[in-house]
């Protein structure tokens, strides 16, 4: 009944906002992060979108949160963009954002922010439980463009307790200090690197769309650049150009933001190593372990232990 009657004050759908740079890159971002669903599911009717639960720029507060379980919503959010700033907390499951030209991966631990105005889209795997954080503009000082945050586990607790109180909680209550602190200790996180760059050029997302598809390929870049038509050192060129990294850097970040979406939702390592074609369940965890500096499974079990370090909720006064 809880759930009922939450449904029936859900606010207004966020407005889409389509840019032509992202709706180019539409295909490349749901072939990429598909949504696995099994064949007992694939009969069941769709759930209503994420965007349709709750319109965070209908209230002034400076920070308002919410809990989406995405076994009730579809697992793709559609681009949308809103006043207020958004930070994205994976409780359970994995979820990547695209925003900037970029997708990001929500790691265990950590946040993507996205500050308000600007296009973004999200999928979830089936398994996800999110947070979110909708901060009003100049709330707080944080980042004005899109990135990771490291996310403490006092922060996570503070957010789920807030995402308990109603989006019009009293200006002068306890919700609203306790989201002023939440703020301000957020505003101190340190950015981590989980995200991707994604170019609007033909040529290179010619080839991004190859590798989202079929990631387990390991053409050359003198490959590759036969079959987009330049040379390999023009290649070379313009990946820099656009996208800040070498070939063999971006191909590898490709590689652990699959990693880490398909680790989180459960996958085994090996299949994991499988999918991404490498040699060995050994090699994937040795490039897994110099780019992130732990093994898979100490990556997660370090989050798992500081999850349940955490304290197990913020007193009310």
Known sequence: MAALALRKEVFAAFPVVMPPVVTDLRNLINSVFCHKISKSCQSMPLSRSAVSAFDPDLTDRPAVARQLNFVDHE???PMHTHRKGQLILALHGAVTCTADNEIWIVPPNCGVWIPGGVPHSARATANARLNYLFVEPGAAGL????????????????????????????????????????????????????????????????????????????????????????????????????????FGRWRQQLHLVIALRELASGAAV??????????????????????????????????RAEKLSSPKHVPDD
């Open 143 to 246: 980042p004005a463009d899109c990135c990771t945050l490291s996310v403490s586990p006092l922060i996570r607790e503070m957010v789920d307790r807030l995402a308990r109180e109603p989006a019009d909680y009293p200006s002068d209550g306890h919700a609203a200090r306790l989201a002023r602190v939440a703020l301000d200790e957020l505003a101190d996180m340190p950015r981590e690197r989980f995200n991707l760059p994604i170019s609007s050029n033909p040529k290179i997302r010619a080839i991004a769309d190859a590798l989202t598809l079929a990631p387990s390929d390991r053409s050359t870049s003198a490959e590759w650049a036969k079959r987009v038509a330049v040379s390999e050192r023009s290649l070379a060129r313009l990946m820099i150009r656009e996208t800040g990294l070498t």
């Open 270 to 303: 090996q299949d994991v190593a499988a999918e991404l074609g490498y040699d060995s369940v050994n090699a994937f965890i040795t490039m897994f372990k110099k780019a992130l500096g732990s093994t898979p499974a100490q990556y997660f079990a370090q989050r």
């Open 75 to 77: 697992a793709e959010v």
